[in-house]
Antibody, heavy 120, light 110 residues
């Protein structure tokens, strides 16, 4: 049974940093690409970032490029998203998702999400 | 900035068939965009329905199918059921590291 469990969310002030995590089980994490997707309140999802299974490629949405860093620890089956210079508009539920069968082109399984609220 | 378009809302009668579509504000959707479809009910995570235009995800009933219709991707739901009421989102691959969601369609079954 696939489980993706996000953690580390909370309330943070604008301009500060936060790192969220996603613990994976029930999948072959070391051979899986992984994504972060976010969803602002009342809006549709927004793709944020992807990391290849072997860390050789990382891509980011323009809205977070230069501020967010995706990383992974394949020995711990854990995905991370380090978020710097946070803005109010980064407020969202953040989902981790396992890559689909087409190498960075779709999403297979989703976590339940974690709320990150950026507010003064 | 490319925009992925979906009908904001749609209604279908129980047992009926509905086609939800996904397009681009400029240009056509093709299989090269690997259109995928996801459904989401309030407070829940999205669930994957369809990959790469028309491949059902594991456990998705065959009432759900996908195709390209004209210049748009389509999600077809046949034999609509009450619990099909959800928000449906498409996702398009636009190139390496460029994935765009549509704004979603809220489906009502009544």
């Amino acid at each position: 049974q696939v489980q993706l469990v996000e953690s580390g969310g909370g309330v943070v002030q604008p301009g500060r940093s936060l790192t969220i995590s996603c613990a994976a089980s029930g999948i072959s994490f070391p051979t899986s690409g992984m994504h972060w997707v976010r969803q602002s309140p009342g809006k549709g999802p927004e793709w944020v970032a992807v990391i290849w299974h072997d860390k050789t490629k990382k891509y980011y949405a323009d809205s977070v490029k230069g501020r967010f860093t995706i990383s992974r620890d394949n020995s711990e089956n854990t995905l991370y998203l380090q978020m710097n210079s946070l803005r109010v508009e980064d407020t969202a539920v953040y989902f981790c998702a396992k890559d689909g069968p087409h190498w960075g082109r779709d999403l297979a399984y989703w976590g339940q999400g974690i709320l990150v609220a950026v507010s003064s | 900035q490319t925009v992925v378009t979906q009908e904001p809302s749609f209604s279908v009668s129980p047992g009926g068939t509905v086609t939800l579509t996904c397009g681009l504000d400029s240009g056509s959707v093709s299989t090269n965009n690997y259109p995928s479809w996801y459904r989401q009910t309030p407070g829940q995570a999205p669930r994957t329905l369809i990959y790469s235009t028309n491949t059902r995800s594991s456990g998705v009933p065959d009432r759900f199918s996908g195709s390209i219709v004209g210049n748009r991707a389509a999600l077809i739901i046949t034999g609509a059921q009450a619990d099909d009421e959800s928000d449906y989102y498409c996702l398009l691959y636009m190139g390496p590291g460029i994935l765009l969601f549509g704004g979603g369609t809220r489906l009502t079954v009544l």
